[in-house]
Nanobody
C-alpha cells in the first residue's frame, strides 16, 4: 500500500528556512517520480518541485528557483524539500506526491498518490 507522510512544516519569519520531509512506504522512491505541491487558501494547487524517476532530474517552479532544493534518499525512502529565504507568499499546505511515470514538470495532475500535507506559514 502506497503511503506518503509529510513532516517539517511550521511557522517562520520571512527569510527563514524549513526542511520538509516526506516518508514513503509501500514502494521505493528510487523508482518513482516525487513532487512537492502546495496549495494556499483560495488558490489552486501549484507544483513547486519534482525529482524524476530513473535519472533524478529536478524541476522547480519559477517562484522558488534558487531558494528551494529537492533531494531524495533512496536508502531511507525519504524525499526532502529544503526551503530557504522563505517569503510570505510561500505560505501554504505542502503536499508530497508520487507518480509511477516519468514526471519532469510540475503539474499536480501528473501524480497518483498524495500525502496528507503539512502547513507552512511565513509571517512576521
Amino acid at each position: 500500500q502506497v503511503r506518503l507522510v509529510e513532516s517539517g512544516g511550521g511557522s517562520v519569519e520571512p527569510g527563514g528556512s524549513l526542511r520538509l520531509s516526506c516518508a514513503a512506504s509501500g514502494f521505493s522512491v528510487e523508482y518513482y517520480s516525487i513532487g512537492w505541491i502546495r496549495q494556499a487558501p483560495g488558490k489552486e494547487r501549484e507544483g513547486v518541485s519534482c525529482i524524476s524517476s530513473s535519472d533524478s532530474s529536478t524541476n522547480y517552479a519559477d517562484s522558488v528557483k534558487g531558494r528551494f532544493t529537492i533531494s531524495r534518499d533512496n536508502a531511507k525512502d525519504m524525499v526532502y524539500l529544503q526551503m530557504n529565504n522563505l517569503k510570505p507568499e510561500d505560505t501554504a499546505v505542502y503536499y508530497c506526491a508520487c507518480a509511477q511515470t516519468y514526471v519532469t514538470g510540475n503539474s499536480p495532475n501528473d501524480y497518483d498518490y498524495w500525502g496528507q500535507g503539512t502547513q507552512v506559514t511565513v509571517s512576521s
